[in-house]
């Protein structure tokens, strides 16, 4: 795989950083991760340290949240629950490509509608599924109301500065700045007034889906859960 880390500073690579940001929401807007990725075979990422993912994971919290959210950690056969939601979120660290790694912290709705698929596809790529299978499997799935998309307006925390993301289909991964996703169905740029301005203050990605999210890009701050520094930090 080819991987290039990307920093933030330039027009240019804000423009990327933007683009990292819609493939981010697309991967999650649709079935699967693993139905994004070029890659012939659907390798799992190897296991963290379980006490750097799991502070790793809760970095995407507010402060506020953290300490009651659920958190999930991968190991070779999927993931795990370490710690039961008291407060009906649920924090994990997402790999849309292997080596990605983009910690979250969803709702009770994202933790009802997109926790089960990132779950699942774990499992799969543990298993040896090609990307191809694991596509159809949650196209199956999504068909048999199996998965199911969100019903109601909702938020996802990504607000941790390790965040590293897929920059395109080709195996580039760069880090981008903490952001926001409130889960939109069937919402459209136009209904944003952006009219399909990626640069704006907000945008929406998959829209007119079911799976429709508004990303609200954030800048650097003091706000979410404070933890240990993972390993492989910020390069």
Request: proline share 8%; with cysteine; charged share 15%.
């Amino acid at each position: 795989m080819k991987n290039r880390t990307t920093r933030f500073g330039s027009n240019r690579v804000n423009e990327m950083i933007i683009c990292s940001l819609v493939l981010t929401a697309q991967v999650f807007a649709i079935a699967s991760a693993a139905a994004q990725s070029t890659q012939g075979t659907s390798s799992q990422p190897a296991p963290m340290d379980r006490q750097k993912e799991i502070a790793l994971a809760l970095s995407a919290c507010p402060s506020a949240v953290a300490s009651k959210a659920a958190v999930y950690v991968l190991e070779k056969s999927g993931y795990v629950k370490v710690r039961e939601s008291q407060n009906g979120f649920t924090a994990i660290v997402q790999h849309s490509q292997p080596a990605a790694q983009e910690p979250q912290c969803m709702d009770a709705e994202g933790s009802r509608t997109f926790l089960p698929r990132y779950l699942k596809v774990a499992e799969l790529r543990a298993q040896g599924k090609s990307p191809e299978e694991i596509k159809r499997f949650v196209a199956d799935a999504f068909a048999k109301g199996i998965f199911q998309a969100p019903t109601r307006p909702g938020v996802d925390y990504m607000l941790s500065m390790e965040n590293i993301v897929p920059l395109d289909d080709k195996g580039t991964i760069g880090h981008f700045p903490p952001h926001v996703m409130f889960y939109g169905p069937y919402l459209t740029n136009a209904d944003l007034g952006s009219d399909g301005n990626l640069a704006g203050p907000a945008f929406v990605a998959g829209e007119g889906s079911p799976h429709a999210l508004i990303i609200v890009p954030l800048g650097p701050h003091a706000g979410h859960a404070p933890g240990e520094k993972p390993a492989g930090g910020s390069q």
